[in-house]
């Protein structure tokens, strides 16, 4: 393991420090931050994500393409409506879901994206 750069000096650059300081989130905003990418730390719930940003679908379209029961399907879509980031919608007895918005697709893309980067190298 590469060994890390530390700064051996004390010298406190207080026009930096109060910069970001005015810039940086209250504590409960970044707490709620931590706490949504928190739900994208399990593997299922991320390939749900996927699945999702790709079509609209129902537990049991999610639960053949996982290969896996509708009920921890709808564990974990429970965890992800929790967190805001799917919505459902009813057609008949049919319940379709989706992301919750483009912000969410967003986030699950840069992510992958950063991740494939790390691939190329």
């Given at each position: 393991?590469?060994?890390i750069d530390v700064?051996?000096?004390n010298e406190l650059h207080e026009d930096i420090v109060d910069s970001v300081r005015e810039q940086?989130?209250?504590t409960e905003m970044l707490y709620e931050l931590?706490?949504?990418f928190k739900v994208f730390g399990d593997t299922t719930r991320v390939r749900i994500l996927?699945?999702?940003s790709a079509?609209?679908?129902c537990v049991c379209d999610i639960a053949d393409l996982l290969d896996m029961t509708h009920s921890s399907i709808s564990h974990q879509l429970r965890v992800l409506k929790q967190a805001r980031l799917v919505k459902f919608r009813k057609e008949g007895k049919t319940v379709f879901y989706s992301l919750d918005d483009c912000h969410i697709?967003?986030?699950f893309s840069c992510g992958l994206e950063h991740i494939e980067e790390r691939y190329k190298r």
């Open positions: 393991m590469k060994d700064c051996c000096s940086m989130p209250d931590a706490e949504l996927y699945a999702l079509k609209e679908m697709s967003q986030i």
